[in-house]
């Protein structure tokens, strides 16, 4: 019923993405529970070193033999004043004696070196990668395809999809603004970029050749069938597996997660320098104030770095970075292979009901 060319192309059973998300939660459990269940697991490897992304293929393959996705982010080298910084450092000292950690930390590393890590996908020969908030390099985008990995960037405008579709990529994820986590603009400014799932998918089917994968506030059968009537060959969900007991997201998210609803995200810079979409916490309203002054990404994200791990050990979600997309009171803990089964169950039950109601032919 859900087969397309994209499906077929990538050998997998329903065209469910479960969305790459670095930082933790997709685990290679995660990834293999969803991939062994028929849809696409992926690997948020954007924090991870060359080696930490070994090991994670190593044990997504232990438990499947199912394809699966790694995803990156493309990497920008901002500079900063020292004085931003040293301002910045001033005002997270005061979260840092809130949690009894040190002040002024040095800051060892912005971001993992991309080079070695897309050496490692290219040694590994993973199926599928992904990328988000740019565009590579024509050598890795041709390199991949030459080693037989499909390649798909992500775009939230029409320009920016036209733009991957011309470096060679081979889908493309349609991010609108409902979606949890960062965005993955890359040509225009943030507020402009800010484009609903539903008016977004739409106009870049329209304007690319390629399959388009929808991506923001997808979180049942409802959500997919919705996303194939835009013309979507797939989805991509994030905040629907968060919750799962694969998903290696804290349990104090997780909590929150459950308990959350639309109204309760924003989208903030405050923990890394980039837009990103996340439930509401203490941190992101005290940072307001510093809007404008916030060193860009990666550079906060190193220097809020320790400040997340510390909330995280003391289970205060205040301080953590809770990315989440706004369909939150659909949010549920079941199985990540239960997550997929229910919305394929879902969407046939909608079609059949259509069908019924004489709307669609279910031929
Ligand atoms: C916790 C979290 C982390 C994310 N990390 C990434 C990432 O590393 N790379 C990426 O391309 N997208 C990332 N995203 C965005 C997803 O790919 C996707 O656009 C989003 O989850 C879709 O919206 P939804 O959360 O409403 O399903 C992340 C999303 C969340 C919720």
């Known amino acids: 019923m859900f087969e397309s060319e994209l499906t077929r192309v990538l050998n997998i059973r329903y065209p469910i993405f479960q969305a790459p998300m670095a ?127 499909f390649v798909i960037g992500t775009a939230t405008t029409v320009d920016e999809a036209i733009r991957l579709e011309a470096a060679g990529v081979e889908a493309i994820v349609a991010q609108g603004s409902e979606a949890g986590g ?59 597996f968060l919750a799962s007991p694969e998903s290696g997201a804290h349990e104090a998210y997780k909590q929150k997660l459950l308990t959350a609803h639309e109204d309760s995200t924003d989208i903030t810079q405050a923990y890394s320098g980039k837009a990103a979409r996340g439930v509401l916490t203490t941190f992101m309203t005290d940072m307001q104030c510093y809007t404008g002054k916030i060193p860009a990404y990666p550079i906060q994200n190193a220097m809020t770095r320790d400040i997340r791990q510390a909330a995280a050990k003391a289970n205060n979600p205040e301080y953590m970075s809770l990315w989440a997309g706004q369909g939150l009171r659909l949010v549920n803990d079941h199985s990540a292979a239960a997550i997929v089964q229910e919305t394929i169950a879902h969407a046939n039950d909608l079609i059949q009901r259509l069908a019924i109601a004489g709307i669609v032919d279910d031929e």
């Open 23 to 149: 930082g933790g939660p997709t685990t290679p459990d995660l990834i293999a529970a969803v991939s062994n269940a028929g849809g696409l697991g992926n690997l948020g490897a954007g924090y991870l070193t060359a080696q930490q992304i070994r090991t994670a293929i190593q044990e997504i393959r232990q438990q499947t033999d199912q394809p699966y996705g790694v995803n990156l982010f493309v990497p920008e080298q901002p500079t900063e004043s020292d004085e931003t910084i040293a301002q910045m450092t001033n005002h997270l000292n005061f979260y840092r004696q809130k949690l009894g950690i040190p002040q002024s930390p040095m800051i060892q590393k912005s971001s993992e070196s991309f080079e070695e890590q897309v050496q490692v996908l290219l040694e590994e020969r993973v199926p599928v990668f992904s990328f988000t908030m740019g565009i590579p390099s024509q050598d890795v985008i041709q390199a991949m395809k030459k080693r037989g990995t």
């Open 182 to 240: 960062h965005r993955g603009t890359f040509l225009k400014d943030i507020p402009q970029s800010l484009v609903g799932t539903m008016a977004l998918v739409p106009q870049i089917v329209d304007h690319v050749s390629i399959p388009v994968i929808a991506a923001g506030g997808i979180m049942d059968g409802r959500g997919l069938i919705a996303s194939v009537a835009l013309g979507a060959s797939a989805v991509q969900m994030g905040t629907a």
